[in-house]
């Protein structure tokens, strides 16, 4: 069953997936960057955080770097593993970026894993259109 983007229920099904996803050989510069979050839309801000090279909901307290992206640039990035769709996003202001952009710019050069990869075709397969 799919789930809407960024619902409850579409959280419970990604952290499942984490969850049975094992060791997703996350390189290490993605892992050293902790980077907040918030995604921009029709009901609200979202949050995310980034860590350890994974991405939850909510928050994470110090992170010193953030950014604000809009709901169809986080599901071309998140759902659909578009990373150019990030890059360009960044170049139009489509994603407005607080504290080091030093750490944005560093995962968009690191190559996912081909664990990340399929996770990122799982988490598609879950989500609504």
Avoid at 31 to 52: C, Q
Avoid at 64 to 91: C, H, P, Y
Wanted: aromatic share 4%.
């Amino acid at each position: 069953m799919q789930v809407p983007f960024l619902s409850d229920a579409w959280f419970d099904k990604v952290d499942a997936l984490l969850a049975a996803a094992g060791d997703l050989q996350i390189p290490a510069a993605m892992k050293d960057v902790e980077i907040n979050v918030t995604v921009t839309t029709a009901g609200g801000p979202v949050s995310l955080a980034l860590e350890h090279g994974v991405f939850r909901r909510g928050h994470k307290a110090g992170v010193t770097t953030s950014l604000t992206v809009g709901e169809a640039v986080a599901r071309k990035i998140f759902v659909d593993g578009d990373v150019a769709a990030g890059v360009q996003a960044f170049l139009t202001g489509e994603i407005q970026v607080q504290g080091d952009l030093a750490k944005v710019v560093a995962m968009q050069t690191v190559e996912p894993s081909a664990p990340q990869r399929e996770l990122t075709r799982r988490v598609a397969a879950i989500t609504a259109p």
